[in-house]
């Protein structure tokens, strides 16, 4: 029995009449077939999707009775079944690691070759699966490779005597283990840096970007499905005097001791994160205050258990806050959880604070009053809890603009600026759907740049249904006259008209014009399901958003218009450069095409030699203009048949500077001009116009040169015939290291013997 038992699959096996029926049917070429695999398997995907994924398309490729896939540890020199589909799944899991070298599978781990063994179960080699019987059967086993990297084994069966696989059956095989080598790599990258991005490397919780994230998610659902959630923000007391002094290593270690006490204190569900130095929070899905107060309590009992020993007594305190009581917003949440950790920390530390406490007096909480009326007067008392709930939203505002302005400053696209707006908006302001839009002035219509529906309600809304007219409905009523609009209930309002395509529904609608100077540049517009949902500080954060949204878009429409005027004037250089490089080659009627071929021969080489991006453009443009200069050279001396006299020479020697020089006054050809100007230097410093040596001529230059000479010699010349390839290829070698850079002439002569294309004239 080979390495993995893979006995019987009853639902390939079993011939119902639909399996009948569909084998029936013309098969489709195993190259459609793998092209169809390859969009499938490289789609993004989970790694335990993409292992069903390869096994379904096996079952298309090459009929088999089981199949299993190994995933290997080449570390260790182990490899493990996960993905089993046999009648002997359970035996075949239970093996657990399997050595490299053990068993037919195991040998292929080893030496990550292919193996086609049939008749495996007479293969010396074979290892027997516990607990399975012994069945003749033939096998498959194909090493998969990404990025040199031995990723698994897959190992397909048939059954029986003689059931043989065919040698056709095998390389296509091998063919379709290299695209699912590739597609479980790809998911297991993806996996590793989706959790990379949101999770802590010191303590392997959640990081501060997942928690606001997820907080926002779990209010956005709280507000929707009216369920209570709350959280902890709870950090370590007197955490700078463990560091100052035990040292930093230490007090790296009390991080991962209390993120360890965390999540053994916490539900399942519960989402703990910790969010900057020795500050965690808590996310607690469907909890209110009541229970995670609960919940803060064992924390803060359990820390205190807790022996640190480098360290000694670690206390915690920790601020609760829940929602809808305390907050409907995320970002304002999570201050109200704040500020309630800091009156945990004035009151003396390693204890739990509601917000709901900052609603008690100051007697209360056992201090004086901080202040009394004076006599005569009546005491007025305002609830700590709405002046705190006051003061909270002051803030958030205010760091909000500040966080948008900071971000609005690095975008210079006005669909990235709207969906920033959107987005930033939606962690202080419980709306249900936002447009930002920008007035097209030759049109007079309002485009959407950015619309965000967080409801079904929403789904009709298209970009083409949100085109708005100047003047029409709110939204254009508010860019007509220039004021704020707001309509409690839109359904009853004089001036709303409901966008096609959407439901009936009631809603308030909030809308701001973007003003720019005099001028209305665009609207900001919010809607929230229900009736007069919006209240007075909603309009006057909006319209302080909106001053800094105005300006925002209109430097980014200023830098559009910029880049397409600097745009078609680079395309106007260019054209015009171009133009002069067709008169040079039209001077010389034996390379008409030269300047074209040197260019696919030298990306070709450049591609050979890692080169790639925006400098792959620079050396085709450095290609096609290296010998631009000409254009200043007389027809007859470029045309001449014979040898050129010292005079002469000079004259054609100069054109490489020449060419740099009528490049210049374009500013994107500028990294272009050094390869012109160093395109005739030699490797041994014998060229011109500078006499430049090895690595100080410019690599793109090195490489114009190479296929410059190559296409010269295979190319009939006034003087001479062309010469064969062959030739040209010899000579090209004998002057590797003195006229030519050694490493292009190999990439060069690679490229030919590997047959791929050069576009020379060669026959």
């Avoid at 829940?322 to 800091?342: K, V, W």
């Avoid at 009326?373 to 500040?402: D, F, I, K, Y």
């Avoid at 202080?428 to 049109?443: I, K, Q, S, T």
């Avoid at 004089?494 to 609207?523: C, F, H, K, N, W």
Wanted: glycine content about 8%; some cysteine.
């Amino acid at each position: 029995m080979p390495t993995v038992k893979a006995g019987r699959t009853t639902d390939i096996r079993d011939q119902t009449a639909e399996g009948a029926d569909a084998a029936a049917e013309q098969p489709l070429p195993p190259e459609a077939v793998l092209l169809e695999i390859a969009e499938l398997l490289i789609s993004e995907r989970s790694p335990e999707r993409v292992l069903d994924a390869v096994a379904d398309a096996v079952a298309q490729l090459i009929p088999h009775d089981t199949l299993t896939v190994y995933q290997a540890n080449p570390l260790l020199k182990v490899h493990h079944p996960v993905l089993v589909r046999d009648l002997y799944a359970e035996q075949i899991e239970a093996m657990g690691n399997i050595p490299f070298g053990q068993g037919i599978t195991g040998k292929v781990a080893e030496s990550r070759v292919p193996q086609l063994v049939n008749d495996a179960h007479l293969d010396e080699r074979a290892h027997q699966v516990p607990g399975t019987p012994v069945e003749p059967e033939s096998l498959i086993a194909i090493p998969l490779l990404a990025r040199g990297e031995l990723k698994g084994i897959l190992c397909i069966y048939r059954l029986g005597d003689q059931n043989h696989f065919s040698d056709e059956e095998f390389a296509l095989a091998i063919r379709f283990g290299k695209i699912a080598a590739l597609a479980i790599d790809n998911a297991e990258t993806r996996m590793q840096l989706e959790k990379d991005v949101v999770t802590d490397h010191l303590t392997g919780l959640f990081n501060h970007r997942y928690f606001h994230e997820r907080l926002a998610e779990e209010v956005r659902r709280s507000n929707r499905l009216r369920s209570p959630v709350a959280i902890l923000v709870y950090d370590i007391d007197d955490f700078k005097q463990v560091n100052d002094a035990h040292g930093h290593l230490v007090g790296d270690q009390v991080l991962r001791t209390l993120s360890v006490v965390s999540r053994d204190t916490c539900r399942q569900e519960d989402v703990v994160c910790r969010i900057g130095g020795e500050e965690f929070t808590v996310i607690l899905p469907g909890s209110d205050e009541a229970a995670a107060r609960r919940l803060a309590d064992r924390l803060v009992a359990n820390v205190g258990a807790t022996p640190f020993p480098e360290a000694g007594r670690v206390t915690v305190s920790v601020g609760v806050a829940a929602a809808p009581q305390d907050s409907s917003g995320p970002r304002e949440l999570f201050a109200c959880a704040d500020l309630a950790l800091r009156r945990a920390k004035s009151l003396g530390k390693n204890r739990v604070c509601a917000f709901a406490d900052l609603d008690r007096t100051d007697e209360d909480a056992g201090r004086r009053p901080s202040k009394r009326p004076r006599r005569g007067q009546p005491e007025r008392r305002v609830s700590p809890v709405l002046a705190a709930r006051g003061e909270l939203r002051s803030v958030a505002e205010l760091r909000m603009l500040r966080n948008l302005s900071m971000k609005l400053n690095t975008l210079n696209d006005v669909a990235q600026i709207g969906e920033a707006v959107a987005a930033e908006l939606r962690g202080l302001v419980d709306y249900h759907n936002c447009r930002v839009y920008l007035l097209d002035d030759a049109e007079q219509m309002l485009i959407p740049i950015a619309f965000r529906g967080q409801l079904s309600e929403y789904e009709g809304e298209t970009y083409e249904a949100l085109l708005t007219k100047m003047g029409e409905g709110i939204t254009g009523t508010a860019a007509t006259t220039g004021r704020t609009m707001y309509a409690p209930n839109a359904s009853t309002s004089d001036v709303a008209v409901q966008i096609a395509g959407t439901a009936d529904i009631e809603e308030s609608i909030l809308a701001v014009p973007l003003s720019y100077g005099e001028r209305v540049t665009g609207v900001l517009v919010l809607s929230k399901l229900g009736v007069d949902q919006f209240d007075e500080e909603d309009t006057r954060l909006l319209e302080a958003l909106a001053s800094n949204l105005a300006i925002a878009l209109e430097s980014a429409r200023l830098l559009e218009s910029e880049r397409q005027a600097r745009a078609t004037l680079e395309e106007a250089y260019l054209s015009t450069i171009e133009a002069l490089a067709n008169a040079v080659e039209a001077k010389d009627e034996y390379t008409s095409d030269h300047c074209r071929a040197l260019a696919g021969m030298s990306l070709a080489v450049g591609q050979e030699l890692g080169i790639e991006g925006d400098r792959l453009k620079h050396l085709e443009l450095g290609a096609l203009f290296h010998d631009i200069g000409k254009i200043g050279v007389a027809s007859d001396i470029i045309r001449k048949p014979g040898p050129l006299t010292a005079s002469e020479r000079r004259e054609m020697n100069r054109h490489p500077e020449v060419g740099a020089q009528i490049l210049a006054p374009v500013p994107f050809l500028k990294p272009v001009r050094p390869i012109v100007e160093a395109s005739h230097e030699r490797w041994d410093g014998g060229g011109y116009p500078k006499g430049l040596t090895g690595e100080n001529i410019p690599l793109e230059s090195r490489i114009v040169f190479v296929c410059d000479a190559f296409h010269a010699m295979t190319t009939d010349r006034p003087y001479r015939s062309a010469l064969p390839p062959k030739e040209a290829f010899r000579r090209l070698r004998l002057a590797s290291g003195t006229q030519f850079d050694p490493a292009v002439v190999k990439a060069f002569l690679a490229l030919h013997a590997g047959g791929r294309e050069l576009r020379t004239n060669e026959a």
